[in-house]
């Protein structure tokens, strides 16, 4: 009676594993879910080229409390953003091209010993931002590597990176779900041919994140990428889709 039973859970534990397996399959970026479908992911990527570059030049200018009177940081940085915007008009850029933000200006206040401000007034400061928008990325290059030539005196200038984009991003991701679906289609016929079923209808589907990188880059993130670093870019769009399956 005794070897009966041993027999009998030794079958049932044979059989359990034997549906647990059959309900997993181990294949990259495929998962069956259900008898009835297949969910596979789909993508698509594309490389671009930026077609419009933009750069930024911040001036600022403080002064202590006790030399007000003797010095206006409003009229310090309007005048030295004069500067900037004249570097650029002659750098090639036109006026266009070009724009200057208002004047900010903000009190400044003492630090305790934790380096938090308190309430007593110590001085003044004044921002102002130039920033210049064009298609002439060989125009900008130089104007960026001659930078230097905008630095100087008591203000601080605070020079910016290029940001690379291109305008037509989303159109393209448009173009881009369609292709990443079709791959998604043909990814999970594959499958299904293979295992000797029949491809049916979309059950649901799901964009994922657009991941705009660098070429030839594996970063990735949870809530997509824009890199604006360089000129050229890969654009990689994902989407999930569940396929019914039949016989």
């Not at 006790?66 to 915007?85: C, G, L, Q």
């Not at 960026?144 to 690379?164: L, M, Q």
């Not at 049916?200 to 660098?214: E, K, Y």
Request: net charge positive; with cysteine.
């Amino acid at each position: 009676m005794k070897n009966k039973i041993l027999s009998f859970l030794c079958v049932l534990c044979v059989c359990a594993t034997l549906i647990v397996c059959s309900l997993i399959v181990v294949k990259p970026n495929v998962l069956f879910r259900k008898p009835s479908g297949i969910a596979v992911k789909g993508v698509a990527s594309q490389r671009v080229v930026s077609d419009i570059a933009t750069w930024s030049v911040s001036v600022s200018s403080s002064v202590k409390l006790e030399d007000v009177a003797k010095r206006n940081v409003f009229t310090e940085v309007s005048t030295y953003s004069k500067r900037i915007e004249a570097y650029l008009l002659g750098s090639g850029f036109e006026k266009s091209e070009i724009s200057v933000s208002n004047v900010s200006v903000s009190n400044l206040f003492k630090k305790n010993q934790n380096g938090y401000d308190t309430d007593e007034l110590c001085g003044k400061r004044a921002d102002i931002t130039i920033s210049v928008q064009t298609k002439k990325f060989d125009l900008l290059a130089k104007a960026v590597e001659n930078a230097d030539k905008i630095c100087g005196g008591e203000i601080d200038v605070s020079i910016c990176a290029p940001t690379y984009l291109y305008s037509g991003i989303e159109g393209l991701k448009l173009d881009l779900l369609a292709k990443a679906t079709e791959n998604a289609k043909l990814r999970a016929k594959t499958l299904a041919e293979a295992g000797g079923a029949k491809l049916g209808s979309i059950m649901s589907a799901s964009q994922g994140v657009f991941q705009i990188t660098q070429p030839l880059s594996t970063e990735v993130a949870s809530y997509g990428m824009y890199d604006t670093s360089t000129v050229e870019k890969d654009v990689r769009c994902v989407v999930n889709v569940q396929f019914a399956v039949g016989q």
